[in-house]
């Protein structure tokens, strides 16, 4: 059995000394539950440290996490809950590199990728593909459900070459594989998921069909 220690600081969760009230009894009967169960529903009032439960979870489990959120402050609390998180965002959230693209000031949605950028950022690789290769050694990462029903089916991500680690150009997806996957306000995964997929037709087209 897995015994949770008596702060959730004693397992690296950085600024909280003691445990709030029932977070190590829900903790605790949530790991001794991953045994029989995969899945798992926790309806807790706002503020009760719900991010908290899941990242000792996730420690206890000895694996990395994968956090979900609807919302940017939702993002942000977690980020600042979560020592050395890191969050990864679409391509419109980022410049681009390239010189041409500097010069119109376009972001990396409107850029030919991948190109020589495609690489960390240490060796002078873009914003975006910098933050996949950040997730890649993140023990904890913070996506927004939009984007996560995008990335997560894919196998992997171009980038420079010399960068990758599934092939000499292709590095693994930082995002599937993890241990635990926490869904804060998870009421808003069935929507993202169906958004994903869905073909809008203009009443227009279908009248002249």
Known sequence: ??????????????????????????????????DTHDVFLLDAPTGSGKTIIGAAAARGLGGPALYLSHTILLQRQQLDTLPGAVTVTGRANH????????????????????????????????????????????????????????????????????????????IENPFVGRRLMVCDEGHNLEQALLAADAVEVEAEVLRRL
């Open 95 to 170: 410049p681009c590199f390239q010189p041409i693209a500097q010069e119109f000031g376009l972001m990396a949605d409107n850029a030919d990728c991948p190109c020589e950028f495609a690489a960390p950022e240490e060796d002078g690789g873009c914003p975006y593909y910098g933050q996949w290769f950040k997730a890649l050694g993140s023990r904890d990462v913070v996506l927004n459900y939009a984007f996560m029903v995008r990335v997560v089916k894919a196998n992997g991500l171009r980038v420079a070459d010399g960068y990758g680690t599934l092939t000499n150009n292709v």
């Open 1 to 34: 059995m897995i015994e949770l220690p008596a702060s959730p600081a004693d397992l690296g969760l950085e600024g909280f000394p003691e445990w709030r009230q029932h977070q190590r009894e829900i903790t605790q009967d949530l790991l001794e539950a991953f």
